[in-house]
T-cell receptor
Framework: AQSVTQLDSQVPVFEEAPVELRCNYSSSVSVYLFWYVQYPNQGLQLLLK??????LVKGINGFEAEFNKSQTSFHLRKPSVHISDTAEYFCAALSSNTGKLIFGQGTTLQVKP | NAGVTQTPKFQVLKTGQSMTLQCAQD?????MSWYRQDPGMGLRLIHYSVGAGITDQGEVPNGYNVSRSTTEDFPLRLLSAAPSQTSVYFC????????????FGQGTRLTVV
């Protein structure tokens, strides 16, 4: 079975500090991995994706994530956050053989001044 | 360039009423999905489709029906609404293994009283 677990429901951080949002996945088949961001009262926007190749992927707004196959993780990082990064972040896994896109529970990033 | 269009944006139903949430995409995507978003539970997959005439159940299919008669449209039907179906519903589409980014509609906020 395919599943995605986001280990933190809320992450408070001060402005200009670094942040890491954790994501672990499980799947018996190859998956593609994604991070999406949702600003209040809006839909989901793609931050970055891992399909194959380099395990370090860079996305929009200065975010990056590292795919670690041995630890089945895909953690999201940003070296210096801004107030405008306050949002909910979702990790997701797409099964290569079924087309099912499964999401984690979400992590609320709260950036404080 | 419309992308994924969901209608309506807001809806209030009485318990036992039926309704259809509409979803249309103009990107010729094979895969389409319906999710519900509830606080602390992320996005849960209700039903998905890998092409016209093909649908399958996701994580929380009970109380919902879907059909996929065309590539463009993927309506979600609530046959007899229940308060437990109060949620925000998102439709998504993606192009399959060669184009795996999912695009989301803006959501439908449904309240069942």
């Amino acid at each position: 079975a395919q599943s995605v677990t986001q280990l933190d429901s809320q992450v408070p951080v001060f402005e200009e500090a670094p942040v890491e949002l954790r994501c672990n996945y499980s799947s018996s088949v190859s998956v593609y991995l994604f991070w999406y961001v949702q600003y209040p009262n809006q839909g989901l926007q793609l931050l970055l994706k891992y399909l194959s190749g380099s395990t370090l992927v860079k996305g929009i707004n200065g975010f990056e994530a590292e795919f670690n196959k041995s630890q089945t993780s895909f953690h999201l990082r940003k070296p210096s956050v801004h107030i405008s990064d306050t949002a909910e972040y979702f990790c997701a896994a797409l099964s290569s053989n079924t087309g099912k896109l499964i999401f984690g529970q979400g992590t609320t990033l709260q950036v404080k001044p | 360039n419309a992308g994924v269009t969901q209608t309506p944006k807001f809806q209030v139903l009485k318990t036992g009423q039926s309704m259809t949430l509409q979803c249309a995409q103009d990107m010729n995507h094979e895969y389409m999905s319906w999710y519900r978003q509830d606080p602390g539970m992320g996005l849960r997959l209700i039903h998905y489709s890998v092409g016209a005439g093909i649908t399958d159940q996701g994580e929380v299919p009970n109380g919902y029906n879907v059909s996929r008669s065309t590539t463009e449209d993927f309506p979600l039907r609530l046959l007899s609404a229940a308060p437990s179906q109060t949620s925000v519903y998102f439709c998504a589409s993606n192009g399959g293994s060669l184009n795996t980014e999912a695009f989301f509609g803006q959501g439908t906020r449904l309240t069942v009283v």
